[in-house]
């Protein structure tokens, strides 16, 4: 399972925050998603521990703490939902009209 780190600092490095979070147990991995055209942060994270009692108080701990000058939302990340196929269902619009 994950944590999803939300109000993060944009000037904010993994490094750093594997720090924080070493504070409550042993992280796996600390993800970092950032913007596909300008290339920065994003403004959230995903830190992966150990195990779960890790993660129960690293959420605990750090849910609504003020770090760099930001009030953190930390909680049990949530499976990325399926965004659905693109394609295209015809027709529509007011132009277009016979």
Known sequence: MSIYVGNLAFSATQDQLTEVFAEYGAVSRV???TDRETGRPRGFAFVEME???EEDAAIE??????WMGRDLK??????RESRGGGGGGGGGGWNNRR
Not at 61 to 66: I, N, R
Not at 74 to 79: D, E, I, W, Y
Request: no cysteine.
């Open 61 to 66: 701990a750090l849910d609504g703490a003020e």
């Open 31 to 33: 993800s970092m998603p």
């Open 74 to 79: 930390v909680n049990k990340a949530r499976p």
């Open 51 to 53: 195990n779960e009692a």
